[in-house]
């Protein structure tokens, strides 16, 4: 059972794509924790290791570490027992892993409840579409290939998935509403879509059913990081603004 407050708190996660732990902080400097939620990825932290997480956790900030483990279960359910220990708010691992890995990272985390990370399963990637899918031998349409490996997540007892917004809708049809559903790909009216190919805007994502949005290049390179803020809340919908 996925924990009741799971859902509370921001639901913005900015993501800080920096190659340097000065400019991530640089960042978290200019961004309110009662607002926003941060994401660590792999550039990040290798360039800054566990101390970048800890002092972004200790200016007050949940931290999603998006690290997408895939290996073998013993060496996925150390690299999340690992990350649990750095106090971090979520950790995700790649579904296509399989149901051994992604149950060993389960019990090694324990049962969720406070002070757990969430643990969530990457499905389909937001870069990918069909055509790249098929390249690896996958020939199931998208969305088919998405539901079956969210469905292999929830099974194995993870608390939710991270998947494009467009899936959203149909995960929550074949799903419920247990998942936690974590979105990136996410552009603001007006944004650059990047390198990702399945975008959505944060109203159309939230009204579809995510719980986190995950919002990068329209914070961090926007002049004034704390305005995109509000103003990306504001098209959310975000109720608790001040």
Known sequence: ????????????????????????????????????????????????????VRALSGL?????????????????AGAV????????????VHASGGRRMMQAAREALGSPGPGVPLLTAVTVLTSMDAADLAETGVSDPLEKQVLRLAALSVESGLDGLVCSAREVTAIRESLGAAPVLVTPGIRPAGSDS?????????????????????????????PDPAAAVLSILSEMSYRNLP
């Open 81 to 92: 027992r690992a990350a649990a220990a750095l106090g971090v708010w979520m950790v995700n």
């Open 194 to 222: 990047g390198d990702q190919r399945r975008t959505v805007g944060p109203r159309e994502a939230m009204e579809a059913g995510s719980d986190f949005l995950v919002i990068g290049r329209p914070v961090t390179a926007a």
């Open 60 to 76: 007050g900030f949940e931290v999603f570490l998006d690290l997408k483990f895939h290996d073998i279960p013993n060496t996925v």
């Open 1 to 52: 059972m996925i924990p009741a407050n799971s859902r509370q708190g921001p639901s913005l996660i900015v993501a800080l794509d920096y190659p340097d732990a000065d400019a991530a902080l640089a960042m978290s400097a200019r961004l309110d924790p009662a607002l926003c939620r941060l994401k660590v990825g792999k550039e990040l932290f290798i360039a800054a290791g566990p101390d970048l």
